[in-house]
């Protein structure tokens, strides 16, 4: 447990590990600590795809770039169906595949 | 709760005890021993704008060299507690200050907590001082690159690029005894580190990594396209500061590393 441990006007003066019997017997003016800073919220199912979106974009990147590369063709259609996907009833539970 | 260790070389008779949370401690044996205080870390800034932001900084580390003690004496032991990473662009909190007072010492040792990182100028978590030692270390300041270390033999380390926050004495814990404590390395630094996946490709890693002990965490920056999801800050190791965190994109997704709490360790030495 943690104690925020304050003085008589009710300013914290340190904040401890201690168990609750420790900190009766040798503090007059205390508090239990509560988290001052929230936990953030988890990302939804859309941030979660938009961020996997983002990175296949950015991992062909250089496939887009280079006429020669392997599979480009398909590739570039990947890309456009990623940049496309977010407006679709597919998303963001059905991701576009990329064709051998 | 105390852990006891036996000394190096694996001795029983001079037990090296770690206190991780405030107590009335009594001496299980007579003897003399060496007090390590160390205070709890800051943690550090998080943030989605372009100010440059900085990690919490380690706590202070003070030293009583040798101390007769008796099973008659008993010590008052603060410990204190490691400060909670920001989020969503919230400031970082300092470090709760460890203090040992008792049987046989004239003032009351006290490492304090590490500064905390902030948005406000000076921005960087100033370490922690110490008083009332035969050693009074302050502990390593924050930066854009992690949290601050313990200084076991001096003023803390800080990090810096390509340069983590590591105690400046390094070894295994085994060989801690007989007076001799060490820490580990430093949380390495981030900044829009990508990986590979088999189920979702590359994406990127969403943590800094933490600090070992006494050692302060990395941070983390996603500096470029920026992130949609929460990205993390390293906690620092005990006593060692938390990382910042920057997410330029999005400040819901941005927490940055805890501050490490203090510890008192208490090392039995041969007469």
């Given at each position: 447990?943690?104690y925020?441990?304050?003085?008589?006007?009710?300013?914290?003066?340190?904040?401890?590990?201690?168990?609750?019997?420790f900190v009766e017997?040798?503090?007059?003016?205390?508090?239990?600590?509560?988290?001052?800073?929230?936990?953030?919220?988890?990302?939804?199912?859309e941030?979660?795809?938009?961020?996997w979106?983002?990175?296949?974009?950015?991992?062909?990147d250089e496939?887009?770039?280079?006429?020669d590369?392997?599979?480009?063709?398909?590739?570039?259609?990947?890309?456009?169906?990623?940049?496309?996907?977010?407006?679709?009833?597919?998303f963001?539970?059905?991701?576009?595949?990329?064709?051998? | 709760m105390a852990?006891?260790?036996?000394?190096?070389?694996?001795s029983?008779?001079?037990p090296?005890i770690f206190?991780?949370?405030?107590?009335?401690?009594?001496p299980?044996?007579?003897?003399?021993?060496?007090i390590?205080?160390i205070g709890?870390?800051?943690?550090?800034?998080?943030?989605?704008?372009?100010?440059?932001?900085?990690?919490?900084?380690?706590?202070?580390?003070?030293?009583?060299?040798?101390?007769?003690?008796?099973?008659?004496?008993?010590f008052?032991?603060?410990?204190?507690?490691?400060?909670?990473?920001?989020?969503?662009?919230?400031?970082?909190v300092?470090?709760?200050?460890?203090t040992?007072?008792?049987?046989?010492?004239?003032?009351t040792?006290?490492?304090?907590?590490?500064g905390a990182?902030?948005?406000?100028?000076?921005?960087y978590?100033?370490?922690?001082?110490?008083?009332n030692?035969?050693?009074?270390?302050?502990?390593?300041?924050?930066?854009d690159?992690?949290?601050?270390?313990?200084?076991?033999?001096?003023?803390?380390?800080?990090?810096?690029?390509?340069s983590?926050?590591?105690?400046?004495?390094i070894?295994?814990?085994?060989?801690m005894?007989?007076?001799?404590?060490?820490?580990?390395?430093?949380?390495?630094y981030?900044?829009?580190?990508?990986v590979?996946?088999?189920?979702?490709?590359?994406?990127?890693?969403d943590?800094?990594?933490?600090g070992?002990?006494?050692?302060?965490?990395g941070?983390y920056?996603?500096?470029?396209a920026?992130l949609?999801?929460?990205i993390?800050?390293?906690?620092?190791?005990?006593?060692?500061?938390?990382?910042q965190?920057?997410?330029?994109?999005?400040?819901l997704?941005?927490?940055?590393?805890n501050?490490?709490?203090?510890?008192?360790?208490?090392?039995y030495?041969?007469?």
């Amino acid at each position: 447990m943690k104690y925020n441990i304050k003085d008589a006007d009710g300013n914290i003066t340190n904040t401890i590990v201690a168990d609750a019997g420790f900190v009766e017997a040798n503090f007059e003016h205390y508090e239990e600590w509560t988290n001052p800073n929230p936990t953030p919220p988890e990302p939804t199912a859309e941030e979660t795809a938009r961020q996997w979106r983002d990175s296949e974009l950015s991992a062909t990147d250089e496939a887009a770039k280079i006429p020669d590369w392997p599979n480009r063709a398909n590739i570039l259609v990947y890309r456009q169906d990623l940049r496309d996907w977010p407006s679709t009833q597919d998303f963001p539970d059905t991701k576009p595949t990329l064709g051998e | 709760m105390a852990i006891i260790l036996g000394g190096g070389g694996g001795s029983t008779s001079f037990p090296t005890i770690f206190l991780h949370k405030s107590q009335t401690w009594v001496p299980p044996q007579d003897g003399n021993i060496m007090i390590h205080v160390i205070g709890a870390g800051g943690s550090g800034c998080a943030s989605s704008g372009n100010t440059t932001l900085q990690s919490g900084a380690a706590g202070g580390y003070c030293r009583k060299n040798s101390l007769a003690v008796t099973t008659s004496g008993s010590f008052t032991v603060v410990v204190g507690a490691g400060g909670t990473g920001g989020t969503n662009g919230a400031d970082g909190v300092v470090g709760g200050n460890t203090t040992v007072a008792g049987t046989g010492l004239s003032s009351t040792l006290t490492a304090n907590g590490g500064g905390a990182g902030s948005s406000s100028s000076p921005n960087y978590g100033a370490g922690g001082t110490a008083a009332n030692g035969d050693v009074n270390n302050t502990g390593g300041a924050g930066t854009d690159f992690g949290g601050g270390a313990v200084g076991i033999t001096g003023t803390g380390n800080t990090a810096a690029l390509g340069s983590p926050p590591d105690c400046d004495v390094i070894g295994p814990s085994s060989l801690m005894g007989y007076g001799y404590i060490c820490g580990e390395s430093g949380g390495q630094y981030l900044e829009n580190e990508t990986v590979y996946d088999d189920d979702y490709g590359v994406h990127n890693i969403d943590s800094a990594t933490q600090g070992g002990f006494l050692a302060g965490g990395g941070s983390y920056m996603a500096n470029g396209a920026g992130l949609e999801y929460t990205i993390y800050g390293g906690n620092g190791g005990i006593g060692g500061g938390g990382g910042q965190s920057m997410n330029k994109r999005a400040a819901l997704y941005s927490r940055a590393g805890n501050g490490g709490n203090g510890i008192v360790i208490i090392q039995y030495l041969p007469a």
